[in-house]
C-alpha cells in the first residue's frame, strides 16, 4: 500500500484539487493521510463531502498549530509501506504512483523515485521550468542515489523535487522528515530527507511530469529564504559522512557554487571565511 500524506493548511479549495488527483490515481491500493494545522474551521467543511464517499481518507484536525509536526504526525499515522506526500496545493498526474512503484517492484534497492515536475500557476495553467524544475535527462535513468544527490549538492539547488514529487519506502527514512544527522533544516526540509533516503540505495529519474508544481500568491515555500541558506553549506559538510561529495573535486564544486551564490552578501561574511579555511585545507584557491 501507498500511504499518501497531506499536511494541510488553509487552502480549502486547491486542496479539493490535490485530493482528487490522487482519487483519480491508477494505482488501486492508496490510502490518504490529511493532517489539518489550519486556523479555521475550512478545510473539515470542504472535506465532509469526500468522508463520507471515501473511506481510504483519513482526516485529522490539530488542536494547536503543528508545523513541521503536522508532516510528522501524517507520516506516523501512515500504514503504507510506501509514502508519497502531498502539498496541499500540489497535483499529481494520474499515473504517478503506478509508474514509480513500477520500479520498486521489478528492481533492487531502489530508496527513491522521482520525476520531472511541471510548474503551474494559481488557475492551473502550464507555466516555463524555473531554474531548479528544469528537466534534469530526457530519458528515464536509474542511478546511484549519491550521483542524484550530487548533482543537488554541486548547485545548491533541489533538482530533485519537492516533497510532493518523490515516492518512498517508509521505513528507508531513518529520521523525522527534515532532519539530517539530527540537525533540522528549514529551508531544506525534502533536501534533508532525500539525503537519508539516497544514502540507502539507488534513485530513479522520470522524465515525465508526474506531479504539478503550483506557484500562486498564497505559497508559503521557503518563507524563512535567505535567512536559512546556509543550510547548503552545513549539509554539504555532514553529507559527506555518508559518502556524498566523495571527492575533493565534487567537494571543491559545491562549495564554489555556494561561494558565489552568497558572494557580496555581508551576512554570509562568516560562511565565507568557513568555505575558504575548508578550501585551504584541500589544497584549493578560494
Known sequence: MVSVVIPAYNRPRMLSIALDSVLEQTYPNIEIIICD??????????????????????YHKNGKTLSLGNW??????????????LMDDDVFHPDKIKKMMY???EFENIALVTSYRQTINEAGEWL????????LFG?????????????????CLNVIGEPTTALFRKNDLGEPFGLYKGKPYSLLTDMAAWLNLLSKGKAVYIPEALSYFRLHPLQNNNLVGWS???DWLDM???????????????????????????????????????IDAILATLGAES
Open 37 to 58: 494545522d489550519s486556523t479555521n474551521d475550512d478545510v473539515q467543511n470542504m472535506l465532509e463531502p469526500y468522508l463520507r464517499s471515501h473511506p481510504q481518507i483519513q
Open 72 to 85: 510528522h504526525k501524517c507520516f506516523d499515522l501512515a500504514s503504507g509501506e510506501y509514502i508519497n506526500y
Open 103 to 105: 520500479f520498486f517492484e
Open 128 to 135: 516555463p521550468p524555473m531554474y531548479a524544475t528544469a528537466k
Open 139 to 155: 530519458e528515464t535513468r536509474i542511478m546511484d542515489g549519491k550521483t542524484l544527490a550530487d548533482i543537488a549538492l554541486t548547485k
Open 228 to 230: 536559512a541558506f546556509s
Open 236 to 274: 554539504m559538510i555532514a553529507s559527506r559522512e555518508d559518502g556524498f561529495l566523495a571527492t575533493d573535486e565534487s567537494f571543491q564544486a559545491a562549495l564554489h557554487a555556494y561561494r558565489s551564490r552568497v558572494a557580496g552578501y555581508p551576512q554570509f561574511a562568516s560562511d565565507i571565511e568557513r
